[in-house]
């Protein structure tokens, strides 16, 4: 299925509300595909749903050694959270590049991971303060690659063989985003009444 990548169906529906794009808000790690928001997208949604934090309390402290460890406290309603943040120069330093602010990061992943616990995502999407890594755009709208692909299929067999294979992906899809399965599935329909038609042409 090439790029596609299934977004879970809340964080879909959390992105909508804020009206955010998929690919303005998320991007995915290269090695595993693995889901990634960006920091000013969770801002966004704890802004939203009101979450509120408490002050941190600091574990490790040392600005000399640039190094910051605190645990942060979230709350969604009758809900709590909370969450270590870690910043040293072992996880916040990229090559020759020193990360100059270890205590805005530390900050940064505690409150993201609060508010993915909070909607309880977290584990099934990780936010980019928590990965060591530069951002990979999100792939083109998924089902770019996916008519291209229907509208290599001329037979009403490879159709349904399509079908069959990719089963669970639709399903998955028409959870998670029903205006993208739709036009998969209007897209299917009508190759498949024009493999029929082609087919009865040549029966």
Request: net charge negative; with cysteine; hydrophobic share 35%.
């Amino acid at each position: 299925m090439g790029d596609y990548m299934v977004v879970p169906a809340k964080l879909v529906k959390l992105l909508k509300e804020l009206n955010l794009d998929e690919r303005e808000a998320l991007w995915k790690l290269p090695q595993n595909g693995q889901l990634i928001i960006k920091h000013f997208a969770l801002e966004r949604v704890a802004a939203h749903l009101n979450i509120e934090f408490d002050l941190p309390t600091i574990i490790e402290s040392s600005a000399k050694d640039r190094i910051c460890i605190l645990i942060v406290e979230g709350k969604l309603g009758d809900k709590r959270a909370w969450s270590v943040g870690e910043a040293a120069p072992y996880n916040i330093d990229k090559g020759k590049h020193q990360q100059p602010y270890p205590y805005a990061m530390s900050e940064k992943r505690a409150k993201d991971r609060c508010i993915l616990k909070l909607i309880d995502l977290h584990g099934e999407v990780y936010s980019e303060d928590e990965v060591n890594e530069d951002p990979v755009p999100m792939p083109k709208p998924a089902e770019d690659n996916i008519i291209k692909e229907l509208n290599k299929l001329t037979s009403e067999t490879q159709l349904m063989t399509w079908f069959k294979n990719n089963q669970e992906m639709l399903n998955k899809m028409q959870q998670s985003d029903n205006e993208r399965y739709k036009k998969i599935d209007l897209k299917f329909g009508d190759q498949l009444v024009e493999a029929r038609k082609i087919g009865g042409q040549h029966g």
